[in-house]
């Protein structure tokens, strides 16, 4: 393993501190208005986001918790665009997610938007090195191969670049999947239970990378997960219950308590 | 630039997980079939066209009877098309006092424009070719007419009022006919010898022809014009109607071989529908994927267009190879059912024909699938549970359906043989799946008697039952049908050696002069043969029927034309003969001898129509004979007796000159006596029957043999259908195989299993395949070649054996690595 602990420990500071410097006012990146979700069941249409509004600005940190079944991957299916709001809109860098087709909104999303997922999503007929230059090449850059080496080698995996993701741990895959999520530098990063397939070490690392580049990229963060450390290390968290959104903790404290309980 | 990049790199990868490999099998084999027939019918018609311009000795020929106009000649120089010219008449040729009566042909310059002219020093000696013409003052006699009159090369001949030096003695020449009246003694000479023979006079029995050759285009362009410029009485006769059997035969032969490998072609497709289905389902993630990444719907459509293009013209290369090796060696195998040697080299559109059609069996059974896949929403990643949306039922069917539609039509090229072949396979096809399904649900109901590994395999075929069905069918279909064309052959060589009664004459004897008619019939019985009826065979053309003339006669018939207006046999005689039964009007009595009537054979009446009370007049040697038909006979050809179309009343053709034939049994002892009679008899031609027979016998086996081998591309295409079906089922058998052997069984148990399952699929298949060639056969033999069927247990055994052998060892390899796999890395994935 390239990664060591003392860059890990170092990460979660630096963090802190840059978000201390940050500007007061900071531009909304992400903006939900009035978010309704509805879909039909056999028991009849049924409520699955319900009038949900919040504003997030750029670099902010958001962990949207909740219990299973609360709305949380629907809610953040509405804010990537992979989905249609029934009512309300999203504004996404500026854009009305509601207006755009799904061609468009896949083309914004190439532009604007990284992901990561629970169960890594890289493309097993790609190495390490192709399913990171993929979005890079989605959105059109030149120099696809270059940044992608560069990223695989920030998460550690320099030596593993021409590996397909049968041969790679799960961490690892899961590595492959957050330099992936920020080698297109996109102005919000959305990731769905990033260390839910993970052991509790792995995971641990995991959240620390995640935090560390989303720090050194300056991205927008939107988290949904049920770990609860995790989420503390957000700036602002907001709780899911039954389809409607609970703003919870305030931001600074919160996040540097995560740091220590994680370090303890 | 990365559309193309990332299509080749992921197609690369994919190749791995096997369902590609299998599109690119089963689009390879029907290009395979379908490239070996365009070949092999390509390269046959080039050469039947060839060989009917030999037939020529030019591309064009202009006939008549009175001196053609230089005019036509010019415009053809003028449009850069050779020209050649040959007068041709009918004269008594002497040695000495030896004569006999022969074709002069006066050849001008650049004759022949097609083919060549053989000739060698001695009569009855192999050719060599010859490029140059007799000499001014010198003939070229055949050998036939040097034996008649007793003259070697370097001697004389006189021909009317010339002499000429013997040059060389002429072994063939292109246009010499293959017929038996077109064998008369010929000599060639030089045109410009031709006014010192003063043959040509007025009244004379002379016909002139004028030769053209040239580029396809310009003789096109060359023959329109001479069609609106020439007279009426001159008769323009072009390849196509030089050898019309032949063509048509090729032509029709050519439509069946390439229906046969639509076949395979229709079974690919059933694989690639099957390959299509499975790359979807393992595909829905990753494009969910490529859509969150940012990837538009055209996006991740264009890469799997792309994919298929690329697998497309791979298949395309590969199977055209194939095809085109495949046709080599048919080429190879019939040798000598195809009258030329030399080949004219394949042309290569049936490669462009493969990729056309690989892109519609792509488009029709694998584009429906594919669009679908596009249409898979991004939010998959999230929801597992989220396909694309139904797909309408018009959408995922009708490329299928007009792909096919447009395959079948574009052979046949012709509604009703487009719904004749099209329901005649989907009945077959139905009643095959019918006959499928109930086999295995027999299968099924036998499996409690059988041990744990075949119960398994068995349980295994009645689970996938629907896919069970489709492979049998599949498989069985090609084997089926070899079987039968296995048992027809069979069946039709064994039924003409058993039909053929023993003393059936064994050889024909053509050309015999009048004048030593009795000295030859004598010296075949003073031989011990036994001789038939000895008839007259007199050249002559029909000219009229009912007072009209026969070239703008209504004939119902396309091939009508070409049977009155060409050549023909005419004869007398006194009795019908035994082989010969009157079916219509009556055969004439003593008091009807003299009588302008004839007699002509059913084939007669059913081509040209022509019925008892007709009127028709023939020319003979210049002489104009009004006859009417008197009686219809039905002509027992296979007698291998003497027997003529048409026969006249005796009295009537007595006085025409003509020669006599007739046919003998000899014992196959007596070749000497043969060579005896060659050298007495040196005018007679000789045709040994039982070589002839032999002949047709290796036409019909290498015939059969070229169907067998398209339908052998079935097969290929049926174990595709398997491998496709195997593909599909991979993920389930690999989980299944880890339960069990988790449970407990063996490597070995599970492998015995599988093996179990498949050799049973196989044995149906043989079995299906066996039913179905017996029946099909049965009905073959008994009811449309009216043969004796034998019933052959070999069939079955064949049958059961290569279903079973093929399909196991298939199935084996296919499914291996799923039981090489360690259980419990597959129980985790799964």
Known sequence: ?264 | MRLIALALRSLAREWRSGELGVLLLALTIAVAALTGVGFLVSRISAAVDLQASEVLAADLRLGSTQAISEHYADEATRRHIDTARITLLLSVVFNGEQSQLSDIEAVSAGYPLRGNILVADEPFAKGTVTRSLPRPGEVWPDSKLLAAVGAQVGGQLSIGAATFKIGKALISRPDQGSTFAELAPTVIMNEGDLPQTQLIQPGSRVSYRALFAGDRSRIDLFKTWLLAHKTRSERLRDISDASPQISSAVERAGRFLSLASLVSVLLSAVAVAMSARRYVARHLDTVALLKTLGATRAFTLSINILQLLIIAVTADIIGSGIGFLAQEWLIHALKGLLATTQLPPASLTPIGIGLLTDVAVLAGFALPPLLQLSRVPAIRVLRRDIGPPPALILLAFGPAVAVVVFLIYWVVLDWRLFWGFSLGLAAFVLLLTGAGAALVSIAGRLRGRVGVAWRYGVANLSRRRAESVVQIVAFGMGIMVLLMLAIVRDDLSADWRRTLPINLPNYFFVNIPPGERTAFVDFLKERGAQTTRVLPMIRGRMTTINGRPVESYPFGRQDGDNLATREQNLSWAQEPGENNRVIEGRWWTKADFGKPLVSLASEMQAQLGLQVGDHLSFDVAGESFNVTVASIRKVKWDSFEPNFFIVFAPGVLDDAAGTYLTSAYFKSTSSHTLAQLARKFPSVSIFDIDELLTQVRSMLDKAVLAVQSVFAFTVFAGLTVLLAAVQSSRDERRYESAMLRTLGASRSTVLKGLLAEFTTLGLLSGLLAAMGASVAAYYMTTRVLELHYSFEAWVWAAGLGSGAILVAFSGWVATRSVVNQPPLSTLRAG
């Open chain 1, 1 to 264: 393993m390239v990664w060591s602990d003392a860059e890990a420990t170092a990460a979660p500071a630096m963090s802190t501190m840059d978000h201390a410097q940050a500007p007061k006012i900071r531009e909304s990146v992400l903006k939900a208005e009035n978010l309704t979700k509805q879909v039909s069941s056999p028991e009849g249409p049924l409520t699955i986001v319900h009038g949900v509004s919040f504003d997030i600005v750029a670099g902010e940190s958001v962990a949207i918790v909740g219990s299973s079944g609360a709305g949380k991957s629907t809610l953040l299916a509405l804010l990537a665009g992979l989905d249609l709001p029934t009512t309300g809109r999203v504004l996404l860098a500026g854009t009305d997610l509601t207006t755009l087709d799904e061609d468009g909104r896949a083309r914004l999303r190439a532009q604007r938007v990284g992901f990561v997922f629970q169960s890594f999503h890289l493309i097993p007929a790609l190495t390490a090195l192709e399913n990171v230059m993929l979005p890079l090449e989605l959105a059109g850059r030149d120099q696809a191969r270059r940044e992608a080496l560069e990223a695989l080698t920030r998460v550690g995996l320099k030596e593993r670049t021409g590996h397909y993701p049968r041969q790679l741990s799960g961490g690892e895959q899961q590595r492959v999947a957050l330099a992936r999520a920020f080698v297109t530098r996109p102005a919000v990063l959305f990731a769905d239970e990033p260390t839910g397939n993970l052991d509790t070490v792995t995971g641990g690392r995991i959240g620390e990378l995640l935090f560390e580049l989303n720090a050194q990229s300056e991205t927008t963060l939107v988290l949904v997960t049920h770990d609860r450390s995790l989420a503390s290390r957000c700036e602002r968290t907001i709780r899911m219950e039954a389809g409607r959104a609970i703003e919870e903790a305030s931001a600074q404290t919160g996040g540097v308590r995560a740091v220590g309980d994680a370090w303890a």
